[in-house]
């Protein structure tokens, strides 16, 4: 992290039955894409694996979905009772950017 002028960070582990921690993980861990590529790049070194720039594309995509899911959590936990208005809203939100990804990401 010192070597790319980031401070150290902990980047929590996936859990696979809660989508707001992948979300979490991804928007951490694109943060810190470099290091990460690195460090994982040079312990695979012997089996050939590598992270590649497709791989980061893929979380990139992967996350920007999340984020609406995640945007629209919010907005649901900040209103004390959310109106119909709201959750057709947020809604919309999401099918328009699945529907606008899968159509960018065949």
């Not at 992948?22 to 951490?28: F, G, I």
């Not at 809203?89 to 990804?101: A, G, N, S, V």
Request: glycine fraction near 2%.
């Amino acid at each position: 992290c010192e070597e790319y002028g980031l401070r150290k960070k902990v980047i929590a582990l996936d859990t696979p039955t809660r989508w707001n921690l992948t979300y979490k993980l991804l928007h951490d861990a694109i943060a810190y894409r470099d290091v990460l590529t690195d460090m994982y790049n040079e312990s695979q070194a012997t089996d050939g694996q590598f992270i590649t720039n497709d791989h980061w594309s893929l979380a990139k995509i992967v996350h920007d979905v999340l984020e609406t899911f995640d945007n629209a959590t919010h907005i649901f936990f900040n209103v004390y009772e959310p109106n119909i208005h709201t959750v057709i809203l947020e809604c919309i939100k999401i099918i328009c950017t699945i529907k606008q990804t899968s159509l960018a990401n065949p």
